[in-house]
């Protein structure tokens, strides 16, 4: 599958906010945001199915919103108050894997197509 192009990402004090976009999105995929965190496993942090339902993990909830905008073919996880623990490579796929259980992001790529990632980092 051809790859997604990621753009945002960076830097950010604890409680700063950043926005990540990918493109270009499908509709009739899900979308879906991952994240690799430092010594950690892959987790999916948000989605948007293809029947638009959005889900968020529960880490994130409250504070990331995940949209698709259709004019320009744009999907943009917004991060608001971040937290040190948000720090990780983030991954945008289009028809990614419904679950992933303790393997790293890029174990995934076999699933859909994904973005090359972008890094957040939070500090306090």
């Known amino acids: 599958d051809a790859q997604l192009s990621q753009s945002g990402g960076g830097s950010v004090q604890a409680g700063g906010s950043l926005r990540l976009s990918c493109s270009p999105s499908d509709r009739t995929r899900d979308m879906s945001w991952f994240r690799q965190a430092p010594n950690s496993a892959c987790e999916v942090v948000s989605r948007?199915?293809?029947?638009?339902?959005?889900s968020y993990a529960d880490s994130v909830k409250g504070r990331f919103t995940v949209s698709q905008d259709n004019a320009d073919a744009t999907f943009s996880l917004q991060m608001n108050n971040l937290k040190p623990e948000d720090t990780g490579r983030y991954f945008c796929?289009?028809?990614?894997?419904?679950?992933?259980?303790?393997?790293?992001?890029?174990?995934?790529?076999?699933?859909?197509?994904w973005g090359q990632g972008t890094q957040v980092t939070v500090f306090s």
């Open positions: 948007i199915s293809s029947d638009g339902t959005a």
């Open positions: 796929a289009a028809g990614g894997p419904v679950s992933v259980a303790g393997r790293i992001c890029t174990a995934y790529r076999i699933f859909g197509s």
